[in-house]
């Protein structure tokens, strides 16, 4: 896991062997490839979609996309990125907490 700076989009942090994304801002097209750099080859990730103001179809296929890939949960969605999800219809094959504690501790069940 690479370390992150300041003007990234998107904070990462370790709790036992899963990974906390933390997004804010716009989850689009621009974003993917960076974040999917600064993943590696991590597998255990939740991601923390609370701060994201506009998520774009690209950000919905990188999700599908990890969520193939990896073992992914969903957490803290605010009601703008829940709708898009729910519109887009993935809602149905992501698997969504409402916080991250609760996607964390998911992955201890």
């Known amino acids: 896991m690479e370390p992150n ?6 904070a990462l942090r370790r709790e036992g ?13 621009e974003l993917c490839p960076r974040l999917r ?3 590696g080859a991590e597998k255990r990730l939740v991601m923390d979609l609370g701060g994201v103001d506009y998520l774009s ?3 919905i296929g990188e ?3 990890l969520s193939i890939e990896r073992k992914l949960k969903l957490a803290a969605l605010n009601d703008k ?3 898009v999800l729910q519109l887009a219809q993935v809602d149905r094959i992501l698997e969504i907490h409402p916080t ?8 201890r069940r």
């Open 5 to 10: 700076t300041s003007d990234e989009p998107f």
């Open 37 to 39: 750099s600064a993943l």
């Open 100 to 107: 991250v504690a609760e996607a964390v501790a998911a992955f």
């Open 17 to 29: 062997d899963v990974v906390v994304v933390t997004l804010r801002g716009r989850f689009d097209q």
């Open 81 to 83: 990125v829940r709708g």
């Open 63 to 65: 999700l599908v996309r």
């Open 57 to 59: 179809s690209s950000g």
